[in-house]
C-alpha cells in the first residue's frame, strides 16, 4: 500500500505538467504577509492564490496559511461541543445562563468565548430569537449556522473596521446567475439573519442598508463559506475566511483546507496545506468536490453552486479508465476494469463484456440509492435503507471494484454505520474495501486514484483500517472483499499489516494536515498506535 517508491518519479512528472496546466492565473496582484502565497488574477477564474516570486517554492506538506475564520457549530453538535473551542464533550458543558443556547468546557472557554468569540453580541439576539420559550430553547429551531456565522460577521465588521472588512467585501457573489432555488434559499437567509440581528434598524447600523445588500451578503456567503471539521474531517460546522476564500477549484487539487489542531481551551484556525512540492508562481487549486464522484456529477455540482465548468486535467482526460465508473471484467481470474462505453471490453484482457445491459441496470439502480443514502446520513438512516444498502453491497460488489462511485458511496455509509454498532469484524473488511479503492489507479499515474496522495482523506481511512486491525481478529471474511485484498488470516500477519498500514497513515497525515501541527491529531493518535505495536512486538 505503500506510495514511497514512486514518490520521485511522480514529483518529477507532477512538475512537468505544472507547465501545461490551463488557465493558469495570470499575473500577481500582491503577496500575502508571512506566507509563501500571493494573489494573482485570470480571465478564467477571477481571483486566486499561488506561490509567490522569490520564495523557491514550497515542499509537500508544507502549511501555507493558518488564519483566524469566523465560525459557528452545526445545530446537531450544539448540544455536544464547547461553543468556543468546539472540543466534543458528551456530558458536563457549561450552559451559558443568559441564554441557556451556549455551551462550554469550563469558564476559560466561556469568557474566550465571551470577549474573542463574541458570543455577548449572539447571546442578546439569542435570547430575542427564543424569548418567549419557556423551557430549554430547541436546539432544532436555532437560526441555523449561516445565519449565525453572518451575523458573527457583521457583528465583528462594526467592532473592526472598514480594513478588516474589505476583503470579506471583495469576495465573489454569484447573485446575478443564482437559479430560482438558489435566491429563495437566499431570501430565506436574509429574513432569518434580518430577524437574529433584531429589525431593519439593526442591519442598518451593522452597515447593510438596503435589502439588495443583504441579499449579495448571502450569495458571497453561498459562494465562499467552508464546512468546518473536526480533526477527523467529519463535519461540525461552517466557516468563512476571506483570504482561504480566493483559493479556486480543481479535481486534481494541490493543496487543502483543514482545521487540524483542535485542542481544549483554544479555537483551530483555518489552514491550508500543500499536497505536493509546490513551484514559484505555481496556482493553488483546492476541491470544492467530493473527489470520490465521477465527472457528471462534480460538473453539475460545479455547475450549480459555483456557476463554472471545470476544465482540470481530471474533468478533460480522454483515453483511460476512470476507476470512479469502472466495472470488473466478468473473466474468471481476470482483475481488469472495463470502461462503461459504446463497445465495452476489458483493458487488461481484451475480452468484451457480456451482460453489459443488465450491469448497466444494477449501477443505475445503485446510484439512485446514494444521495437517499447521504441524506440519510445527515439526518437519520431509517431502517429500511439501511435493509436496501446491506441488500445492495454483494450485488453492486459483484459488477464494479471499491473505487466505482455507487460502490465507495454505499460502502463509505455502511463503514459508518458498523462503527456505530462497534461491529469491527465488518468494521474492518469495511474500511480495507475503502481504502483498496481510494487507491486503485486507472492509469500509471497519481491524479488517477480517488484521492491524490497525501490527501487527509486517505490518512483519516488509514488510520481507522490500522486501529481496527489491531482488534479481534473477523471470524469470516467478507465475500465483498473477494476481488480486492485479502484478508490476514493469523494474529501476526494482521498485526504485520496492521503496522504498515500505521506506518503509512502517518506520513499521509503528516503530509495533509500539514507541517504546522505535525500532521494534527491523527499523526498524534497514530503515533500512539504504532508506539503500541512496536511495544507489543519487541
Ligand atoms: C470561492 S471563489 C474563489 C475565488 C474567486 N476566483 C474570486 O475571484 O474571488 C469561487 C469562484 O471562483 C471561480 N472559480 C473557482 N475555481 C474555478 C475554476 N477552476 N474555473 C473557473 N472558475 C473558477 C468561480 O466563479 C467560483 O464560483
Same mark, same amino acid.
Given at each position: 500500500?505503500?506510495?514511497?517508491?514512486?514518490?520521485?518519479?511522480?514529483?518529477?512528472?507532477?512538475?512537468?505538467?505544472?507547465?501545461?496546466?490551463?488557465?493558469?492565473?495570470?499575473?500577481?496582484?500582491?503577496?500575502?504577509?508571512?506566507?509563501?502565497?500571493?494573489?494573482?488574477?485570470?480571465?478564467?477564474?477571477?481571483?486566486?492564490?499561488?506561490?509567490?516570486?522569490?520564495?523557491?517554492?514550497?515542499?509537500?506538506?508544507?502549511?501555507?496559511?493558518?488564519?483566524?475564520?469566523?465560525?459557528?457549530?452545526?445545530?446537531?453538535?450544539?448540544?455536544?461541543?464547547?461553543?468556543?473551542?468546539?472540543?466534543?464533550?458528551?456530558?458536563?458543558?457549561?450552559?451559558?445562563?443568559?441564554?441557556?443556547?451556549?455551551?462550554?468546557?469550563?469558564?476559560?472557554?466561556?469568557?474566550?468565548?465571551?470577549?474573542?468569540?463574541?458570543?455577548?453580541?449572539?447571546?442578546?439576539?439569542?435570547?430575542?430569537?427564543?424569548?418567549?420559550?419557556?423551557?430549554?430553547?430547541?436546539?432544532?429551531?436555532?437560526?441555523?449556522?449561516?445565519?449565525?456565522?453572518?451575523?458573527?460577521?457583521?457583528?465583528?465588521?462594526?467592532?473592526?473596521?472598514?480594513?478588516?472588512?474589505?476583503?470579506?467585501?471583495?469576495?465573489?457573489?454569484?447573485?446575478?446567475?443564482?437559479?430560482?432555488?438558489?435566491?429563495?434559499?437566499?431570501?430565506?437567509?436574509?429574513?432569518?439573519?434580518?430577524?437574529?440581528?433584531?429589525?431593519?434598524?439593526?442591519?442598518?447600523?451593522?452597515?447593510?442598508?438596503?435589502?439588495?445588500?443583504?441579499?449579495?451578503?448571502?450569495?458571497?456567503?453561498?459562494?465562499?463559506?467552508?464546512?468546518?471539521?473536526?480533526?477527523?474531517?467529519?463535519?461540525?460546522?461552517?466557516?468563512?475566511?476571506?483570504?482561504?476564500?480566493?483559493?479556486?477549484?480543481?479535481?486534481?487539487?494541490?493543496?487543502?483546507?483543514?482545521?487540524?489542531?483542535?485542542?481544549?481551551?483554544?479555537?483551530?484556525?483555518?489552514?491550508?496545506?500543500?499536497?505536493?512540492?509546490?513551484?514559484?508562481?505555481?496556482?493553488?487549486?483546492?476541491?470544492?468536490?467530493?473527489?470520490?464522484?465521477?465527472?457528471?456529477?462534480?460538473?453539475?455540482?460545479?455547475?450549480?453552486?459555483?456557476?463554472?465548468?471545470?476544465?482540470?486535467?481530471?474533468?478533460?482526460?480522454?483515453?483511460?479508465?476512470?476507476?470512479?465508473?469502472?466495472?470488473?471484467?466478468?473473466?474468471?481470474?481476470?482483475?481488469?476494469?472495463?470502461?462503461?462505453?459504446?463497445?465495452?471490453?476489458?483493458?487488461?484482457?481484451?475480452?468484451?463484456?457480456?451482460?453489459?445491459?443488465?450491469?448497466?441496470?444494477?449501477?443505475?439502480?445503485?446510484?439512485?440509492?446514494?444521495?437517499?443514502?447521504?441524506?440519510?446520513?445527515?439526518?437519520?438512516?431509517?431502517?429500511?435503507?439501511?435493509?436496501?444498502?446491506?441488500?445492495?453491497?454483494?450485488?453492486?460488489?459483484?459488477?464494479?471494484?471499491?473505487?466505482?462511485?455507487?460502490?465507495?458511496?454505499?460502502?463509505?455509509?455502511?463503514?459508518?454505520?458498523?462503527?456505530?454498532?462497534?461491529?469491527?469484524?465488518?468494521?474492518?473488511?469495511?474500511?480495507?474495501?475503502?481504502?483498496?479503492?481510494?487507491?486503485?489507479?486507472?492509469?500509471?499515474?497519481?491524479?488517477?486514484?480517488?484521492? +491524490?496522495?497525501?490527501?487527509?482523506? =486517505? !490518512?483519516? $481511512?488509514?488510520? &481507522?483500517?490500522? @486501529?481496527?486491525? #489491531?482488534? *479481534? %481478529?473477523?471470524?469470516?471474511?467478507?465475500?465483498?472483499?473477494?476481488?480486492?485484498?485479502?484478508? +490476514?488470516?493469523?494474529?501476526?500477519? =494482521? !498485526?504485520? $499489516?496492521?503496522? &504498515?498500514?500505521? @506506518?503509512?497513515? #502517518?506520513? *499521509? %497525515?503528516?503530509?495533509?494536515?500539514?507541517?504546522?501541527?505535525?500532521?494534527?491529531?491523527?499523526?498524534?493518535?497514530?503515533?500512539?498506535?504504532?508506539?503500541?505495536?512496536?511495544?507489543?512486538?519487541?
Amino acid at each position: 500500500m505503500s506510495f514511497q517508491a514512486a514518490k520521485a518519479q511522480r514529483l518529477a512528472r507532477e512538475r512537468g505538467r505544472v507547465a501545461a496546466q490551463p488557465d493558469a492565473p495570470a499575473g500577481p496582484i500582491h503577496a500575502l504577509q508571512d506566507t509563501p502565497l500571493e494573489i494573482a488574477s485570470s480571465s478564467t477564474h477571477g481571483r486566486g492564490l499561488c506561490i509567490a516570486a522569490g520564495t523557491g517554492g514550497v515542499a509537500a506538506g508544507t502549511t501555507l496559511v493558518a488564519l483566524e475564520a469566523v465560525s459557528v457549530l452545526n445545530t446537531t453538535q450544539l448540544g455536544v461541543r464547547c461553543h468556543y473551542c468546539y472540543a466534543r464533550r458528551e456530558q458536563g458543558l457549561l450552559r451559558c445562563s443568559r441564554c441557556r443556547f451556549a455551551r462550554y468546557c469550563d469558564a476559560t472557554c466561556q469568557a474566550a468565548g465571551w470577549k474573542i468569540a463574541r458570543h455577548r453580541d449572539e447571546c442578546e439576539a439569542l435570547q430575542r430569537w427564543y424569548a418567549g420559550a419557556d423551557a430549554l430553547p430547541d436546539l432544532d429551531r436555532d437560526p441555523g449556522p449561516s445565519v449565525r456565522v453572518l451575523a458573527q460577521l457583521l457583528w465583528l465588521r462594526r467592532r473592526r473596521g472598514p480594513a478588516w472588512w474589505a476583503p470579506f467585501a471583495a469576495m465573489q457573489s454569484h447573485r446575478q446567475d443564482a437559479s430560482a432555488v438558489q435566491k429563495d434559499e437566499a431570501a430565506q437567509i436574509a429574513v432569518r439573519l434580518a430577524k437574529f440581528i433584531g429589525a431593519e434598524a439593526g442591519l442598518r447600523t451593522l452597515g447593510i442598508d438596503s435589502a439588495k445588500a443583504l441579499l449579495e451578503l448571502v450569495c458571497q456567503y453561498q459562494t465562499n463559506a467552508f464546512t468546518l471539521t473536526d480533526a477527523q474531517l467529519d463535519p461540525i460546522g461552517a466557516a468563512l475566511e476571506p483570504t482561504v476564500a480566493l483559493l479556486n477549484h480543481s479535481c486534481t487539487p494541490n493543496a487543502v483546507v483543514v482545521f487540524s489542531s483542535a485542542t481544549e481551551h483554544t479555537r483551530c484556525p483555518i489552514e491550508v496545506v500543500a499536497l505536493r512540492d509546490l513551484t514559484e508562481g505555481e496556482p493553488v487549486y483546492t476541491s470544492y468536490v467530493d473527489l470520490a464522484a465521477p465527472l457528471p456529477v462534480r460538473q453539475q455540482t460545479l455547475q450549480e453552486r459555483y456557476h463554472f465548468t471545470c476544465a482540470c486535467r481530471l474533468c478533460t482526460r480522454s483515453r483511460w479508465v476512470d476507476p470512479r465508473t469502472a466495472r470488473w471484467c466478468a473473466r474468471p481470474g481476470c482483475h481488469g476494469w472495463v470502461a462503461p462505453a459504446a463497445r465495452p471490453c476489458c483493458r487488461q484482457c481484451r475480452a468484451g463484456e457480456t451482460d453489459t445491459e443488465a450491469k448497466e441496470a444494477l449501477v443505475a439502480e445503485a446510484l439512485e440509492l446514494v444521495p437517499k443514502i447521504h441524506r440519510g446520513m445527515h439526518t437519520q438512516l431509517d431502517e429500511s435503507l439501511v435493509v436496501q444498502l446491506r441488500a445492495m453491497l454483494p450485488r453492486i460488489s459483484a459488477v464494479v471494484p471499491p473505487s466505482h462511485y455507487a460502490m465507495w458511496t454505499l460502502v463509505h455509509a455502511a463503514h459508518v454505520l458498523a462503527i456505530e454498532r462497534c461491529d469491527w469484524d465488518e468494521a474492518t473488511q469495511l474500511t480495507m474495501l475503502l481504502c483498496a479503492g481510494m487507491q486503485a489507479r486507472g492509469a500509471r499515474d497519481e491524479p488517477s486514484t480517488l484521492y +491524490p496522495a497525501g490527501h487527509p482523506q =486517505r !490518512a483519516v $481511512l488509514l488510520a &481507522t483500517l490500522g @486501529r481496527l486491525l #489491531l482488534q *479481534e %481478529a473477523p471470524s469470516t471474511p467478507s465475500p465483498l472483499l473477494a476481488r480486492t485484498v485479502p484478508m +490476514p488470516t493469523t494474529p501476526e500477519a =494482521r !498485526a504485520r $499489516l496492521a503496522h &504498515t498500514v500505521l @506506518r503509512q497513515a #502517518l506520513t *499521509e %497525515a503528516e503530509r495533509g494536515f500539514g507541517s504546522r501541527t505535525r500532521g494534527g491529531w491523527v499523526a498524534e493518535s497514530v503515533r500512539a498506535s504504532l508506539r503500541n505495536v512496536e511495544q507489543a512486538c519487541a
